[in-house]
């Protein structure tokens, strides 16, 4: 497989889920951010199931692996930060994973406010 194949599929699984994010957050419209709760926990359970159906990351193809994540991706970042908080408390230890999940939450959420102060 070349890299440019492989990019490609990587671009088509991102544009696929952004295009379904785009679509559930116009159909669900709620007060509170539903949509965005419903896109995190459905791309999670989603790599999930496309992880353990194929196999595990390690046995995946590589463009297989490519178009999964991308989509994932596409749809929502949040399904490779669950995912790699997942292989951090498998790899290493809970103290690692719940590090990894407060300070992406933490310092994300820090990044927008400031974002947002430095534009007032």
Do not use: K
Not at 41 to 55: A, E, N, P, Q, R
């Amino acid at each position: 497989m070349t890299d440019l194949y492989l990019h490609i599929m990587f671009g088509l699984g991102g544009g696929l889920g952004a295009v379904l994010r785009h679509w559930v957050t116009r159909a669900v419209t709620h007060d509170l951010p539903v949509a965005t709760l419903i896109v995190n926990v459905g791309g999670s359970l989603l790599l999930g199931l496309w992880i353990g159906y194929l196999g595990g990351t390690v046995e995946m193809a590589e463009d297989q692996r490519r178009l999964v994540f991308g989509f994932c991706g596409g749809f929502t970042t949040f399904s490779s930060f669950a995912w790699q908080s997942l292989e951090l408390r498998r790899e290493r230890t809970v103290a690692t994973a719940a590090a990894n999940i407060l300070l992406s939450v933490g310092l994300c959420w820090l990044a927008l406010w400031l974002g947002l102060w430095a534009t007032r």
